[in-house]
């Protein structure tokens, strides 16, 4: 049912290696989604670090499009570069969105 091909680390036969990231997914498109997450940058002029968004574009495994939605905390890893913009790919969700979690699916 699943065909994740080169599309997937872990069903698939892509391979990861470098950074890795943790971030909230922003946008999400059939085969891609954009994460953001906070850095630190140093600031010469006040000795400070500030704080700066980072916006990437990663790849998003067949078999995980059905479960992660915009807001959900995930973790994306590095790999070949797969388009112009693409050189990252979803390897796990962390954290459900809680304001998309159903209130009442207990009872
Ligand atoms: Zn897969």
Known sequence: MMSCGS??????NLSVRG?????VVIKKFPKRLT???ERTVYV???ERYAKAMTKLHARLPPCMEQDIHIGDVIRVTECRPLSKIIHFVVVA???QNDARQKPREDQ
């Open 35 to 37: 994460l953001a997450f």
């Open 93 to 95: 969700k962390i954290k």
């Open 7 to 12: 599309q997937c680390p872990i069903h698939g």
């Open 19 to 23: 950074r890795s990231f943790e971030g």
């Open 44 to 46: 010469r002029k006040y």
